[in-house]
Each structure stands twice: as structure tokens, then as C-alpha cells.
């Protein structure tokens, strides 16, 4: 399953109507490479490489915030609130790949998807401390809690849940297919990053090519997890096999 389910991920191309689609995905890209041509953000943190090397030396006398500029903090700022909006992109793609199938709109997707966002938004907020705690064990019980709360966002969106009852149904939806989901979203990370590497590795190396080539595979990467979150919460949740083509047809 895990290669078949990943192979309709890369298709996310594949949602009616395609205009919608095309639009979406320039627009994003769009928003994730402004970021780096705007004047009062600052994406040249060679003084903060420099700072470190003298820390490390125990030569230094300095603190981050006096070599990390505003513009710095500006561009960090921005690139926080990007990934943010690329994350909400995929579970706004994620809603409309399972409410389409039920003849929704995608009005009626956006608007579940910002139903979701506040208390998207308070559970990364509690999930802090457990985060925290975690990092001394390698993040692996963080990682298997994300796992638990992998349909969390699509309960919110879709089934309009509370948090509470959001996270208490993925968890019993995800017992027995945690360690296939950890799987299905690793694998397509890899497989998005080669030919980003591959890119990259290619073009010279400056802000403007690093953006134009990292935005393309940033948005890339959110249209396929949500088309992977959608077609998994098929699979797992409604046991919908239709999903999968090609494992239907065989």
C-alpha cells in the first residue's frame, strides 16, 4: 500500500476544477518566494555563521541579538508565517479532496479548514512541553504522538469536532496503521527532497535561486501531504479503496 498511496500523492494535480489548482499553487509559490526580495527582510545571516565560530572559540563577547539584525529577525519572522500558511494549505487540500467527493465546494472546504485554525493553532500550544520533554529521547515519543493526531486536522475541518474529541478520534482511527502513516509521510519527504538536491546542487548558489527553486518544492511538497492526508483518511478512516486506482483496477 505505502507505494501506491504515495504515488496518487504526487498527482495532486488531480482535482477538479484544475483551475483552481493552478491558481492556488502560483499564488503560493508566489507568497513563498516574495519573502526573499523584500527590502526590509534581511535572509544574509553570514554574521550570525561568524558569531558562532568565535563563541566556539570562547572568543566572543557578543550575544545573538547583537549580530542577528532586524532584518534578520523580520525574515525569520516571515518564514515562520510561510510555513504556517503551506501547512494550512495542505490541510485546506486535504478538506476539499474529501468533501469534493461528496459533491462540497471549495468554499465550503476553506471554510472548515478555518474553522480548524484556532484550535490547530491552541494544539501546537499544548503540544510545546510534550515537545520539549521529548528531546532528550531523540523526539520519538513527540513523533508518535503526531502520529496518534495525524486525522486531528481533519476532524476539525471536516466533522466540524471539538479539539478534544478531534484528538480522541484520531487516536482510536490510527491504532494499528501509526507505524504505515510515519512511513507514508517520510517517504514522500525523501522523495520530494532528491530532485530538490539534485536542483540545487545544479544552480549556482545565491538567495535568488535558493528561493525560486526551494519555494517551487516547499509548495510542491504541502499539495502532495494534503493529497496524501486525504487519501489516507480514505483509506484508514472511511475504507474507501476507490482512492487508489491502481489498486482498485488490479
Known sequence: MNLLIILQSLKFYRLKPERTIQIWFVLLYAVNICITFLPFADSDFSAYAAYLDTLLSGTSSLTIFDVVSQGNWIYLGLMLLVSLLNGFSSLL???YFILQRSGKRFRQALAGS???????????VLMIIPAAVSACLFFIPLIIFLMMLYFTPLNLSVNRLSLGAAMAKSTAETRGYKMTIFLEVVLLQILVSLP???????????????????GFFAVLLSFMQGRMMGILYNVVVMKDQSVIPSKTNS
Open 93 to 95: 487540500y486535504a478538506t
Open 114 to 124: 478555518l474553522y480548524a485554525l484556532p484550535r490547530l493553532a491552541l494544539a501546537i
Open 196 to 214: 530538490q538536491n539534485l536542483v540545487l546542487f545544479f544552480v549556482p548558489l545565491n538567495d535568488t535561486a535558493y528561493a525560486l527553486v526551494g
